[in-house]
């Protein structure tokens, strides 16, 4: 690493992949500016774990919603040294169940957190990017999921429809921004084991749908960040555009 601990924005990053992924930049030299919406004691916890690193990793309680919140990400993210990184991992899904049963404050949610909060956030990173001297190396990874291709029927969606978007939204902007040495991925991960199902109403919820995934066990949150650590890295420095599906052969 050419610049020592560059910084990355990780949005959602007190439980499941977001944490796997904060833990695990962390661990290969990046400093890591992560939020949170109400987690305060799972930040802490994380926040904690870090200490007596010479690179920090630092939480924010901040809503991806709030308009404000890119600006702000970014201003703190600059305060730890040289932002290299964003990540756009938070996600809900709304409660499982057909359309019919779908409200719209659940309808506005979902767009809002998975579509609207990921395209602000792109745009932050490129309006301080472009206006940077060019450095290597600097990448956002937008969290998609398997739901994007499989449309979930009958669970969510909509918020497969997001997911949608925020590949299409990947694509258009990796060719939008490679003349300035800006990439942009997606990582689509299969079930994983995570609270985001207790949350949509159902705990059990990967283990149930485990017989339909090929490799018949749902994806461990690690498996996840281990696939945006690589997108992150200069070993991957010749994607662009591209939709890593991580998801047990679904
Ligand atoms: N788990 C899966 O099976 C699966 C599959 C495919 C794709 N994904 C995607 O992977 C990503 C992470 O999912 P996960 O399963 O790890 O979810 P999770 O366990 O529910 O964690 C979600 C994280 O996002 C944060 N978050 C949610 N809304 C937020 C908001 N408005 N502002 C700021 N932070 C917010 C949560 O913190 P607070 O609650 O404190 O806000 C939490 O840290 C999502 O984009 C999801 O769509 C997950």
């Not at 944490?19 to 661990?27: A, D, S, W, Y």
């Not at 690179?55 to 890119?70: E, F, G, H, N, Y």
């Not at 990173?125 to 600097?138: G, M």
Request: with cysteine; hydrophobic share 40%.
């Amino acid at each position: 690493m050419s610049d020592p601990h560059p910084v990355v924005i990780v949005t959602g990053g007190s439980r499941g992949i977001g944490r796997c992924i904060v833990e695990r930049l962390h661990n290969d030299g990046f400093s890591v500016l992560f939020t949170h919406s109400a987690s305060p004691e799972e930040a802490r916890e994380i926040e904690y774990a870090s200490t007596g690193s010479s690179w920090p990793v630092k939480a924010i309680q901040s809503d991806v919603t709030d308009p404000k919140a890119p600006n702000h990400l970014f201003n703190e993210a600059e305060k730890l040294g040289h932002v290299v990184g964003l990540v756009n991992n938070a996600g809900i899904t709304g409660k499982l169940g057909p359309i019919t049963e779908l409200t719209d404050n659940d309808l506005n949610a979902v767009i809002a957190v998975n579509l609207t909060a990921t395209v602000r956030l792109c745009r932050e990173a490129a309006q301080r990017w472009l206006a940077s001297h060019p450095t290597i190396n600097r990448s956002i990874i937008n969290i998609s999921s398997v739901a994007a291709r499989t449309g979930s029927p009958g669970e969510y969606v909509a918020y497969a429809a997001t997911k949608a978007a925020v590949e299409t939204l990947s694509i258009g902007l990796a060719k939008e921004l490679a003349a300035s040495g800006i990439r942009v991925n997606a990582v689509s991960p299969g079930t994983i084991d995570t609270t985001i199902h207790a949350r949509a109403g159902e705990p059990g919820r990967a283990f149930r749908v485990a017989s339909r995934i090929p490799l018949g066990r749902p994806g461990r949150p690690q498996e996840i960040a281990n696939a945006v650590a690589w997108l992150m890295s200069k070993e991957s420095s010749y994607m662009t555009g591209s939709i890593m599906n991580v998801s047990g052969g679904l």
